[in-house]
């Protein structure tokens, strides 16, 4: 078993205070990776590069199969109302056993225990049955999965088995929800305010949309491990040539939930028979993500992220479950994320046998005040060296996928 001494716990602590007070909102996330290229290079690690979007790999024992990955987001999202927030979000405060900061939980706890976790192993000299990966990505919270996509078709890394580091309060995640976002516009014809019978009013034709779209949402398909699919409308607007004129356009965006069994079709065919049955003239379609990473690599992504469950007697769920199990002698919980993550990419679309483990709590990412317990952190690390030592298998010990299976 790996367990860190007084000393690493403290070093771990000073990387996560380090980590946090480098502000990464996604797209700037250039310093961060810097910084973490020097503190895998300085955990033992010799191939560590940052690839084309400005993801930082670091491999251990590249080209030995089967491969396992850690995957971290390097990007927070940003401090929205900083009066809301006692402590400095950029300072990494230390305070009652707990970390606070933007991205101490969502996701630089487990950034840092990753870099522990491989330091560990590396210095227990034990040999791993395959390839350890750690991936730290760009610009996973405006458009999750985008850059391990990159990853897998573009660079060539391609694993057999992924570990998110999201936030999972110390248990174990299989599976959540996908979401697709979509645009319906409603056309009318202008005309005089004075005179409202001279134009078609677009505003009413969108309302008349949105009241379908509100009684069609507590409708939706229900999973009973994932729960049900949802659907809001985010965001309206609407267009005309003055404010004493009948709006020609109107515009709205809805985020759809999917749950297993949902999928974009069905998710479209539902707005267009609430278009249908109102019988007004308007159209729905898939929005595009369209982004620069900070190295200069432009991508566009149609957004639509399907859901995704790993099943429960799946082998890699059973191991972690095994491993959690013999490092905190508690049985961890199974259970999903509320929240998207880079596993509609690796499990979702790639079907990559995909969990997630992390020290972080999702009750508080994107919150003020977010923070992290710093005992689970440490902990987090000692966790991390031995799933990657029992799922891959260290000298003459099996893990848990031969090599010969890819
Ligand atoms: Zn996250």
């Known amino acids: 078993m790996f367990r860190l001494t007084p000393k690493e716990q403290s070093d771990l602590t000073n990387l996560l205070v380090q980590l946090v007070r480098t502000r990464s909102r996604s797209g700037k996330e250039e310093q961060l990776a810097q ?49 809301a927030w006692q402590h400095d979000p950029w300072m990494g405060e230390v305070a009652n056993g707990n970390l606070y900061g933007l991205g101490s939980s969502d996701m ?53 088995m ?64 994932l729960g049900p699919g949802s659907l809001i409308v985010t965001q309206i607007q609407s267009s005309a040539p003055s404010r004493n004129a009948v709006p020609d356009r109107c515009w709205f965006y809805l985020d759809r939930r999917l749950t297993l069994g949902e999928n974009e079709t069905r998710a479209m065919a539902e707005i267009q028979s609430v278009i249908m049955r109102e019988g007004v003239p308007a159209t729905v379609e898939i929005t595009e993500f369209d982004g620069v990473s900070y190295t200069g690599y432009p991508f566009r992504k149609r957004e ?15 191991a972690a479950v095994a491993t959690l199990r013999q490092v905190t002698e508690k049985r961890p919980e199974v259970t999903r994320w509320d929240f998207s993550t880079d596993g509609v990419y690796t499990m979702g679309q790639a079907q990559i046998p995909t969990i997630g483990f992390g020290p972080g709590r999702d009750d508080l990412a994107h919150t003020p005040d977010e923070h992290v317990r710093l005992a689970d952190v440490h902990l987090a690390a000692e966790i991390y060296a031995q799933l990657a030592a029992d799922l891959l298998g260290t000298d003459g010990r099996q893990g848990i996928v031969s090599g010969s299976t890819t």
């Open 162 to 225: 992924v570990i998110l580091g999201e936030p999972t309060h110390m248990q174990i995640c299989r599976g959540q929800r996908g979401r697709v976002e979509m645009r319906v516009d409603t056309r009318g014809r202008s005309g005089h305010a004075a005179r409202p019978d001279s134009g078609e009013n677009a505003i009413y034709a969108a309302m008349r949309l949105i009241f379908g779209v509100e009684l069609l949402s507590g409708n939706l398909a229900n999973d009973r491990f």
């Open 35 to 83: 910084l973490l290229v020097s503190e895998l290079n300085k955990a033992g690690i010799a191939d560590v590069r940052v690839d084309r979007m400005g993801n930082v790999v670091a491999r251990i024992g590249a080209g030995r199969r089967p491969m396992l990955l850690f995957n971290g987001h390097m990007d927070t999202v940003d401090v929205t109302d900083r009066a």
């Open 304 to 318: 639509v992220f399907p859901p995704w469950a790993l099943p429960a007697e799946h082998p890699l769920v059973q």
């Open 108 to 160: 630089k706890a487990s950034l840092a225990a990753m870099v522990f976790g491989a330091k560990k192993l590396i210095e227990s000299g034990a040999r791993l049955n395959g390839e350890l990966v750690l991936a730290f990505v760009v610009q996973e919270e405006p458009c999750e999965g985008m850059a391990m996509q990159v990853l897998v078709e573009q660079e060539g890394i391609r694993p057999d």
